[in-house]
């Protein structure tokens, strides 16, 4: 069974940074896109960046050039490196990958304020 675990989400001031993970288990996630994806009180769930099996990466234009995503495939692990942090980033993160069908982590809140 495909579990997915986030951690590392808080609260922040606005410019600061954070790590997320999300820990994997249940498969063999070497050869599976990994997403992050944000959900706002009030607004729909949206993708925040993407990385492929191979390394490749797209982001939302909202964070380019502020958050960096990587993956770990010997830990099954896929991170998101937050800089620059805004108070519009504030949301709770969820970590999706797509095996037959979606599975999603519990979510992890990140909130960004002074």
């Known amino acids: 069974q495909v579990q997915l675990v986030e951690s590392g989400g808080g609260l922040v001031q606005p410019g600061g940074s954070l790590r997320l993970s999300c820990a994997a288990s249940g498969s063999n996630f070497r050869f599976v896109a990994m997403a992050w994806y944000r959900q706002a009180p009030g607004k729909q769930r949206e993708l925040v960046a993407a990385?492929?099996?191979?390394?490749?990466?797209n982001y939302a234009d909202s964070v380019k050039g502020r958050f960096s995503i990587s993956r770990d495939n010997a830990k099954n692990t896929v991170y998101l490196q937050m800089n620059s942090l805004k108070p519009e980033d504030t949301a709770v993160y969820y970590c999706k990958v797509s095996i037959i069908r979606d599975y999603w982590g519990q979510g992890t809140q990140v909130t960004v304020s002074s």
């Open positions: 990385i492929t099996s191979a390394g490749s990466s």
